[in-house]
């Protein structure tokens, strides 16, 4: 009874006190340190230790509807999940180092991006790993979320897959009123996941190597508008980019040059032989006051074919014009443009065609053809919630007409 009744409340409260506010100090100290956000858009974002570290989470879905006619077939419908990204970055800025690994769950083998780089100046990156190449034209250097129109377009679709390669990526940013980007890149040649599932899927081939240069003769557009062909920022002065892309792969086996294993070709005595692919870019890109213009030319070549035969045992001889029958070889034009309203309102136009190196091979993967896209977006918060509808019809020399409907919804997180 003598310990509760010598029991003092006031004395135990200030007891307490003297132990919680250095434990309170202690949690604010903490939270200057460290902090957690989300923006739409940019995904959930963890900084610590005063922003020296620097983790986020992000992703987006693209839920849609296509309608399809092919003259002489019956029409089409389809609803999907067209895209679904989920990405996780970081970066630490005291070691100069930053990371991304990037999913697309809509596709079989979901892996698209998965690179580490090292900054050794603000003005140069060096990146190893499976990332978005450069050495394509230019629209295949933005991502799925950042396109002007619901799909690429057919250059983009038939000289490409997604883009990605696995190898060794540098590039440099220079000057300021007249900026100079240039990039270099030595990869696998085989396309992303080019080592295949196990070792009876090794990689094929040699090595790719690439590069582009970017020439901004009036300065560089403004942050974030360098990611999209859309004028979203709306540049006030004249603002453009003057690109040149080329690449060597060598031993290609894949339509594109990205990927291995879709076809192969001997020599004489069976041992494998396989075509150097080679891919030559030009692109134009000119952004004023919501209005842009994007210009883009290319042209694909085959070499390394002589004396190659179609079977292990030498008894049919590929003729050369046989070599567009597994590469898509020929020219390629692509010219886009639009108009974003100040309410984010944005009406674009695109016009493309191809014609193959050799015309009279009927069997070319490359076809002569010609199509038109018209398409309006509603961007409620840039890229990050957007509607957008399309209509494409495409024209091909050979072949039936089709053209194409397409309604898209995007939300970025």
């Not at 990371?99 to 596709?107: N, T, V």
């Not at 490409?160 to 220079?174: I, W």
């Not at 134009?284 to 290319?298: C, N, R, T």
């Amino acid at each position: 009874m003598k310990r509760l009744q010598d029991f003092n409340p006031m004395k135990t409260l200030c007891i307490l006190l003297v132990f919680c506010i250095p434990l309170q100090t202690r949690a604010q100290e903490i939270g200057k340190k460290n902090n957690a956000d989300f923006i739409l858009g940019n995904g959930l974002n963890f900084s610590f230790n005063q922003g020296k570290y620097q983790f986020n989470l992000g992703g987006f879905i693209q839920p849609s509807f296509l309608y399809e006619k092919e003259s002489g077939a019956e029409d089409g419908n389809e609803f999907n999940a067209k895209r679904s990204f989920l990405q996780f970055s970081g970066k630490a800025e005291k070691e100069k180092v930053s990371f991304l690994f990037q999913l697309d769950y809509s596709l079989s083998e979901p892996l698209l991006d998965a690179w580490l780089a090292y900054h050794p100046s603000k003005s140069m990156t060096i990146t190893v790993g499976q990332k978005q190449s450069f050495v394509n034209n230019r629209e295949m250097t933005y991502r799925e979320d950042r396109l002007q129109f619901n799909n690429r377009s057919f250059l983009s679709q038939n000289l490409s897959n997604t883009g990605r390669e696995f190898g060794l990526f540098l590039d440099a940013k220079f000057g300021k009123n007249f900026g100079i980007v240039p990039m270099l890149a030595l990869t696998s040649g085989d396309g992303r996941n080019s080592f295949g599932s196990d070792a009876r899927d090794s990689d094929l081939g040699g090595v790719k190597i690439g590069g582009r240069l970017d020439l901004y003769p009036l300065g560089y557009f403004k942050q974030g508008n360098d990611l999209t062909s859309t004028d979203l920022e709306r540049e006030e002065n004249i603002k453009f980019v003057l690109g040149m892309a080329a690449s060597q792969n060598n031993g290609a086996s894949s339509a594109s040059g990205e990927g291995h294993g879709d076809f192969l070709l001997y020599e004489v005595d069976g041992n494998t032989s396989l075509p150097d692919y080679a891919q030559i870019y030009a692109d134009f890109l000119l952004k004023y006051q919501g209005f842009s213009v994007l210009a883009e030319y290319a042209n694909t070549s085959a070499s390394n074919i002589d004396q190659a035969y179609l079977d292990a045992n030498g008894a049919q001889i590929l003729a050369p014009q046989q070599i567009s029958e597994f590469l898509y070889l020929g020219d390629s034009f692509n010219v886009q443009a639009g108009y974003v309203t100040l309410g984010g309102l944005s009406f674009d136009a695109r016009y493309e065609s191809a014609s193959p190196e050799f015309e009279s091979n009927a069997s070319s993967r490359l076809q002569d053809m010609n199509a038109f896209t018209f398409g309006v977006s509603k961007y409620f918060q840039n890229n990050s919630l957007k509607v957008q509808a399309a209509y494409t019809s495409m024209n091909p020399s050979i072949g039936n007409e089709i053209s194409q409907f397409e309604v898209l919804f995007q939300i970025a997180f």
